[in-house]
T-cell receptor, first 114, second 112 residues
Framework: NAGVTQTPKFRVLKTGQSMTLLCAQDMNHEYMYWYRQDPGMGLRLIHYSVGEGTTAKGEVPDGYNVSRLKKQNFLLGLESAAPSQTSVYFC?????????????FGPGTRLTVL | DAKTTQPNSMESNEEEPVHLPCNHSTISGTDYIHWYRQLPSQGPEYVIHGLTSNVNNRMASLAIAEDRKSSTLILHRATLRDAAVYYCILRDYQTGANNLFFGTGTRLTVIP
């Protein structure tokens, strides 16, 4: 199993450009998450999904949109990138909402917005 | 979710035990205590979790105070690979989405 994979690994954008980050998992997990991590900080939840076709806002959703058209994929979109969105983005997935289920994280996407 | 307090950093000698403390004085009866760690340039990985009783797994042990207001993650024999940021997180099992709220964690340095 590849686990959780993220595409791309690195990206540089100019202010105002748009892009989509792709997260894929091959563990048949129901729940998927997008986090961002700024330097010296912990991770903050952007959006999450509890199943195919569903999404919900997390702690810092402004400036981002998400879609979960297929169970194995969770896309994070930036419609008009801003320098404040320079960060490392992590995707995670888990089997379901139960406490026993650990979250599995991808390797991250490092995004720089100039 | 209730907050946790951890030291910013700790050091340990290689092959010695490490005790990483976490205070959670406002913990509720339905909060589980989770620990994740983040190795350099990687995503976080699950370490261990517990509710009231001490827990052991292949990675670590979790010691939970009787009043549950604090807990300690124990690495029995630190290796250089254990150098990471360790996060103590409370999870309310009544909340359905299994969201994790990360603080700034404890950066563990392992000295050869």
């Amino acid at each position: 199993n590849a686990g959780v994979t993220q595409t791309p690994k690195f990206r540089v954008l100019k202010t105002g450009q748009s892009m989509t980050l792709l997260c894929a998992q091959d563990m048949n997990h129901e729940y998927m998450y997008w986090y961002r991590q700024d330097p010296g900080m912990g991770l903050r939840l952007i959006h999450y999904s509890v199943g195919e076709g569903t999404t919900a806002k997390g702690e810092v959703p402004d400036g981002y949109n998400v879609s979960r058209l297929k169970k194995q994929n969770f896309l994070l979109g930036l419609e008009s990138a801003a320098p404040s969105q320079t960060s490392v983005y992590f995707c995670a997935s888990t089997l379901a909402g139960g406490l026993r289920n650990e979250q599995f994280f991808g390797p991250g996407t490092r995004l720089t917005v100039l | 979710d209730a907050k946790t307090t951890q030291p910013n950093s700790m050091e340990s000698n290689e092959e010695e035990p490490v005790h990483l403390p976490c205070n959670h004085s406002t913990i509720s009866g339905t909060d589980y205590i989770h620990w994740y760690r983040q190795l350099p340039s990687q995503g976080p990985e699950y370490v261990i979790h517990g509710l009231t009783s001490n827990v052991n797994n292949r990675m670590a042990s979790l010691a939970i105070a009787e009043d549950r207001k604090s807990s300690t993650l124990i690495l029995h024999r630190a290796t250089l690979r254990d150098a990471a940021v360790y996060y103590c997180i409370l999870r309310d099992y009544q909340t359905g989405a299994n969201n994790l709220f990360f603080g700034t964690g404890t950066r563990l340095t392992v000295i050869p």
